[in-house]
Nanobody, 124 residues
Framework: QVQLVESGGGLVQAGGSLRVSCAAS????????MGWFRRAPGKEREFVAA????????NYAGSVKGRFTISRDNAKNTVYLQMNSLKPEDTAVYYC?????????????????WGQGTQVTVSS
């Protein structure tokens, strides 16, 4: 079992930056590939970014590539999402997720554990 807790969401102006974090309870955190997803009001949940077990390989949705950076610190059992050049369309609840088998998974169905989400609001 892995418990995930996101933090760091908030309100930011367009063009600004924000970093959200996800702390994991598991001692075997380094064995889990991690992902970030988001759900905007009235929209389906969508993939944002993924990172493999070691942090060496990452994958991004086209809409955030070049603006967002996913990283992890296995010593702290934490994964991060640094968001720069934020746009109003980035407004959503951001969720982190974990899976053991597919490091670059982009489908929510491939993830086994989820956090409760953190709200990110970008004002224009």
């Amino acid at each position: 079992q892995v418990q995930l807790v996101e933090s760091g969401g908030g309100l930011v102006q367009a063009g600004g930056s924000l970093r959200v974090s996800c702390a994991a309870s598991s001692r075997t955190f380094s064995r889990y590939a991690m992902g970030w997803f988001r759900r905007a009001p009235g929209k389906e949940r969508e993939f944002v970014a993924a990172i493999d077990w070691s942090g060496a390989t990452t994958n991004y949705a086209g809409s955030v590539k070049g603006r967002f950076t996913i990283s992890r610190d296995n010593a702290k059992n934490t994964v991060y999402l640094q968001m720069n050049s934020l746009k109003p369309e980035d407004t959503a609840v951001y969720y982190c997720a974990a899976n053991r088998l597919r490091p670059m998974a982009t489908s929510a169905d491939e993830y086994d554990y989820w956090g409760q989400g953190t709200q990110v609001t970008v004002s224009s």
